[in-house]
């Protein structure tokens, strides 16, 4: 499965230029946890999370001390450019949906942008990827019995059974149309293994 059957599209965006106030209220009104910035043609230059804006909250309330706060801020950020985080880890429409998972963990985000040729054209969550894997098993058998006998001819004739996403195949022995139907198995989304019936 890949990025672009996941993604949400179209994105929502901001400017570099809009104020700090605004993104919070674009994350907040729309539920999303991230929202990618992008320039005049649309190209990815930034990314703005929760956590760049939750920053911003730290200073503790001046009335409940008893001594005066001192603020140490030397600028006060009024933009995205200015909390926005400029390395942003993008995948391609085409990137498995594995990898785009694996990158998540590596890197401990929450979205990941989807872009083609620097254009932002989607934008995968953590909760696409878990839409994924909870697929239920009778939507997965359904998909992956059509895809079984569509390629009858060239595999043998096999016949899955499908439980708590684990795929077991029941058929041919054949090392060639074993690799082939394991492949499709894996093709359909939800599957997390393939096994063979001794």
């Avoid at 009335?63 to 400029?86: N, S």
């Avoid at 096999?158 to 684990?166: D, L, N, Q, S």
């Amino acid at each position: 499965m890949r990025a672009r059957d996941v993604m949400t599209s179209p994105v929502i965006t901001v400017r570099a230029t809009t104020p700090v106030k605004e993104v919070a209220r674009t994350l907040v009104e729309h539920e999303i946890s991230a929202v990618p910035v992008v320039d005049e043609e649309e190209h990815l230059i930034g990314i703005v999370s929760e956590a760049d804006l939750v920053t911003l909250e730290t200073q503790p309330d001046p009335r409940a001390q008893a001594i005066p706060v001192v603020t140490h801020r030397l600028h006060l950020p009024g933009t995205a450019a200015d909390v926005m985080t400029r390395d942003v880890v993008a995948e391609r429409e085409d990137a498995d949906v594995a990898e785009v998972a694996r990158l998540m963990i590596e890197h401990r985000l929450k979205t990941i942008p989807i872009v083609r040729d620097g254009t932002v054209i989607g934008i995968v969550a953590r909760r696409d990827v878990l839409r994924v894997l909870s697929r239920r098993d009778e939507e997965i058998h359904v998909e992956l019995a059509d895809l079984l006998s569509e390629e009858i001819e060239m595999i043998g004739r096999y016949r899955a059974e499908v439980a708590g996403g684990v795929v077991t195949l029941h058929g041919p022995r054949d090392r060639v149309g074993r690799r082939l139907a394991e492949l499709l198995a894996r093709s359909v989304p939800g599957v997390i293994e393939v096994r063979f019936a001794a």
